[in-house]
Nanobody
Framework: VQLVESGGGLVQPGGSLRLSCAAS????????IGWIRQAPGKEREGVVC????????YYTDSLKGRFTISRDRAKNTVYLQMISLKPEDTAVYYCATNWTTYCSPSNNSGLYDYWGQGTQVTVSS
């Protein structure tokens, strides 16, 4: 059982990245999936969560409009599209699951039970 993030990297301010979260050993489509990030010296911050059916998404208010979560069921993958990136978006980004079908509106990082290893996103000129 494994969650694997990819797509991170170095990008200039104002740029875009798309992160991927793929699963092995289980069907990711059955579960709610969240993206959480941790910047250097800061606590983990819930970014967004998508329910298993994809009919519910919960975004951290400050990121609405710049970050978009989506699912590709055929590929058993969840994506995080990030645009207009800022230096303060620099962090390790993790995908995680709470092994349920639904998200908590609070998107608290402590609610997730299983995490990927993370992918580094660095926004810098």
């Amino acid at each position: 059982v494994q969650l694997v993030e990819s797509g991170g990297g170095l990008v200039q301010p104002g740029g875009s990245l798309r992160l991927s979260c793929a699963a092995s050993g289980f069907n990711l489509n059955w579960f709610a999936i969240g993206w959480i990030r941790q910047a250097p010296g800061k606590e983990r911050e819930g970014v967004v969560c998508i329910s298993s059916s994809a009919d519910s998404t919960y975004y951290t208010d400050s990121l609405k409009g710049r970050f978009t979560i989506s699912r590709d069921r055929a590929k058993n993958t969840v994506y995080l599209q990030m645009i207009s990136l800022k230096p303060e978006d620099t962090a390790v980004y993790y995908c995680a699951t709470n092994w349920t079908t639904y998200c908590s509106p609070s998107n608290n990082s402590g609610l997730y039970d299983y995490w990927g290893q993370g992918t580094q996103v660095t926004v810098s000129s």
